[in-house]
């Protein structure tokens, strides 16, 4: 499980390159008796779908990481590097589990690696499409070990604020759009999003700001986004709300966004809320959606992104249990 997880973390797939690491996959993780398919994505990139019989539980994770790429290193206790535990150490651990699994006999689980889920999900989106006769899918990423309850939703707006350019000596001729940005941002600061009484606070992140204009003129555009971390109680009213402190110079436009999830539990975890995103929203045909992993979100995304490596082996066991109890669910049904 340690070497495969290294063999992957060895290859740059952050999102837009994930086709590099699919090979590794294949040629390094060789189950017995599992077909394995390549889901072929709109956009030209590849989810990998390993299936034993015709899966009933599906453990699924992604294979692209968010930017830069930080090579592995291992210090004995934990490995760190880039997708160590986002959300490569989910892939490493779900395959041992379904190795597992396999030399225990069992034949009705699916193994799914997703592209795209740091920019949208588009893999998932595909592979919803293309599964059938999945009753639960067990989605992996850091969450300290504990099933999660509940996740935030998010949503993602590309604003353009324009001006009109002038002398940066006679301001008063022109029409400063940086100006109007600003405003906007205290705008936006004094909205009053209702707190949500499971998922809290809905919180949003500003990036990618751009204004090209020289030193000494003034700014005729403004370009940024907006990120924002939804729950059950704003993620419908959102727009209605950023319409109402936009003016005639401020446009946007919605790029995409998932709703906040409620996930299936099972008894004898810890549980937990999240505030980040998944591949869960968009894997609704799947059945039941349970999130569940090793390694901790405050580090994936950073320099110090890290996973413990007793933290990958509990997690093996943990995930052969749920699997056990959700196959008895599954028995009960039928």
Known sequence: MIDFLIKMMEVDSTSGREENIVSVIQNNFLPKIAVCEIQEIPNGKKNIYYKWGNPEIVFCSHIDTVPPFIPPYNEGTKIMGRGSCDAKGQIAVLSETCLQLEAEGKTNFGLLMLAGEEVGSYGARTANELIKGCKFVIVGEPTENKLIKAGKGNALFEFTIKGKAAHSGYPAKGDNATERFRVFLNNLNGIDFPKDELLGDTTY???????????????????????????????????????????????????????????????????????????APELFNLGKRLLYGPGTIFVAHTQEEHILINDLHRAVKDLKNIYYKLEKEIGKEN
């Not at 936009?246 to 937990?272: L, N, S």
């Open 205 to 279: 992140n500003v990036a990618m700001i751009s204004s090209n204009n020289a030193h000494n003129v003034i700014s005729d555009k403004v370009t940024f986004r907006i990120f924002f971390r939804t729950t059950f109680v704003t993620h419908k009213i959102l727009e209605d709300r950023i319409k109402e402190i936009c003016d005639d110079h401020t446009e946007y436009k919605v790029q995409y966004g998932d709703e906040p999830i409620e996930f299936y539990t099972i008894d004898g975890f810890e549980t937990g809320i999240v505030s980040y995103g998944s591949d």
